[in-house]
């Protein structure tokens, strides 16, 4: 059994001791929930394969269904991914940092434990300088997604998440309410033409007016 520990983030989310405990939890295999420009999210180090696990049954996801990640700069990309198509890149120099989800082919076997079967990596990089300093601290992938029970509503408070993960998460931080109750959109740029997946804060014709050929998951 594991105590939960829940601390107050600032409004100006600069609490360095904060953030370096979150992120010692982190490095250390451990599963932490905060807050995003979007819902609250589950985050753990994306490159170890037991932690992201944890993050499964936490969820109590299906194995193949895939897991997304956040990085910190558009730049680090092509360390995970094969190809970033022209629509791809658009939508990053438009959405960047933002609350968009970008899926692509994956580059790296060893990331299987994240791509489901089909081998495709959803990436974010997100607008909330919290979610910046974690990464920032971690220096490594986090798992973005959000801190709830698949299938049931996303969580807009750390109480929320505290329902569903008291005792099994080892910290949450506190950044009060969310501003926003939608999750970030999610569009396919694995194929030639792209999908969106999910419609969230950014709408499809926000994104088709900037990648025109766009087209809805059928």
Do not use: C
């Amino acid at each position: 059994m594991i105590k939960t520990e829940i601390l107050k983030l600032s409004a100006e989310e600069k609490d360095r001791a904060i953030i370096l405990r979150a992120a010692e939890v982190i490095k250390n295999g451990g599963v932490i929930s905060f807050p995003t420009e979007t819902v609250y999210a589950l985050g753990a180090d994306a490159m170890n394969k037991d932690a992201v696990k944890k993050v499964f049954w936490l969820k109590k996801r299906e194995a193949d269904k895939p897991i997304a990640i956040f990085l910190l700069r558009p730049g680090e990309l092509n360390r995970f991914v094969k190809v970033i198509s022209s629509p791809a890149r658009k939508l990053m120099e438009n959405f960047w940092p933002g609350p968009l989800t970008l899926i692509f082919k994956s580059k790296i076997d060893e990331l299987t434990h994240l791509t489901g079967k089909e081998g495709k990596l959803g990436v974010r990089v997100s607008a909330s300088k919290l979610v910046q300093l974690l990464l920032s601290q971690t220096k490594t992938p986090l798992t973005a997604t959000s801190a709830n029970l698949s299938r049931a509503r996303e969580p807009l408070s750390a109480d929320e998440v505290l329902n569903d993960f008291d005792e099994k998460i080892e910290l949450i931080l506190d950044g009060g309410p969310s501003e926003e109750a939608t999750p970030s959109s999610v569009v396919d740029v694995s194929r030639d033409i792209p999908i969106l997946i999910r419609e969230g804060r950014i709408s499809f014709e926000e994104i088709r007016r900037v990648v025109p050929e766009l087209k809805k998951k059928k």
